[in-house]
């Protein structure tokens, strides 16, 4: 799918950078399959600035940065 493409793309030019996909949908197949493929935390619409901020902070923190 798309999003996942785009992000390996993302990845093969900079392994450093950090995703978090975020999503609108409410299929659980979409959520699952960037979780089977291990591409990286999911966001979920809708979300507020504190929620968002949260995940951010995780990926970071997760990184050591």
């Known amino acids: 799918s798309f999003p996942t493409r785009r992000s390996s793309d993302l990845r093969m030019a900079r392994p450093d950078i950090k995703v978090l996909f975020m999503t609108g949908h409410t299929e659980r ?33 997760a990184s050591g940065a």
């Not at 999911?42 to 970071?60: C, D, N, Q, T, Y």
């Open 29 to 61: 197949h979409v959520v699952r399959e960037i979780a089977e493929r291990g591409l990286g935390p999911v966001i979920s619409k809708p979300f507020g600035p504190a929620k968002l901020m949260e995940k951010v902070r995780a990926i970071l923190e």
